[in-house]
């Protein structure tokens, strides 16, 4: 009987002292990690605003390729949400709250588990040089009692820094676009005619015929709908290779 009050009380002070201890653990949280990867930012910027993309690098995707995803809304802008169920992650979701262009990308994380309260995500992207930009991407949050005594143990800037050496590899691989792709050109000509004449003509104001015609030279099929009127709705219209017409 002595020794099973022994267990009893020991079992006891395990469970207690935790609980005690986890008062004075503050529940406040935050973990980070950066990384340059060696390609223009708005090259990185296109590739990290997409949630799905995460599934390609970050740790804790792909520590479990069988969990289960669902996506609501439109990848890559404010409002899409990613959620998970997984056996070793448990549920949560994603969802992507704001949006600099090629600057940052910001979202909420929900980790159903332990709680409802949002923790916030972030991707930034900064230029170091022309072919060189700055990545962090972290999280900050609040661990509910007692959960926050994890706090003392757990430390993610390591998985944040694995996750970004993954998305370096992945970015640095990818083709650039080439220079003769981002160059401008630009055509010069000289038309013996008016001014008036040639901006009509262009239009299609007279004529709607007139600018199917120049336009067919680029874009056979091409031609608007509506009029050229101050306020007024006009809509450019073109046949693809299937003859199907879109714009």
């Known amino acids: 009987m ?15 002292i935790p609980l005690i201890v986890a008062l004075f653990v503050p529940k406040k949280y ?9 390609k223009p930012q708005k090259e990185v910027f ?39 169920d997984s056996e070793t992650l448990g549920k949560g979701a994603q969802v992507i709250t704001r949006i600099v262009e ?31 930009t700055l990545v962090k991407w ?17 430390n993610m800037d390591k998985d944040f820094d694995k996750g970004l050496r993954n998305l370096k590899e992945i970015v640095e691989k990818q083709p650039s676009p080439t220079a003769a792709a981002r160059k401008r050109v630009q055509f010069k ?12 003509t262009m239009l ?17 099929g091409s031609t608007f709908e509506g ?3 101050k306020g007024s709705k006009i809509l450019f219209i073109g046949t693809d290779e299937n003859g199907k017409k879109g714009g």
């Open 227 to 229: 009029t050229w009127e």
């Open 102 to 132: 090629n600057e940052r990308m910001e979202s909420d994380l929900f980790f159903y588990d332990f709680g409802d309260e949002p923790n916030k995500s972030y991707i930034t992207v900064g230029e170091k040089s022309p072919n060189e």
């Open 46 to 84: 296109e590739y990290i605003r997409y949630v799905k993309n995460q599934d390609n690098f970050g740790v804790w995707q792909l520590s479990d390729l069988n969990m289960t995803k669902t996506a609501e809304g439109t990848d890559g802008t404010v409002g899409f949400r990613y959620s998970w």
């Open 2 to 16: 002595k020794t099973l009050k022994k267990i009893l009380i020991v079992i006891l002070i395990l469970i207690v």
């Open 30 to 38: 935050k973990s980070s990690g950066e990384i340059v990867i060696n």
């Open 204 to 220: 299609g104001l007279d004529d709607k015929t007139t600018y199917e015609h120049w336009t067919s030279l680029f874009h056979p």
């Open 138 to 154: 972290g999280i900050s949050g609040k661990s509910p009692y007692p959960f926050n005594l994890m706090n003392l143990f757990m």
């Open 189 to 200: 000509t000289e038309i013996k005619a008016p001014a008036e004449k040639v901006y009509r």
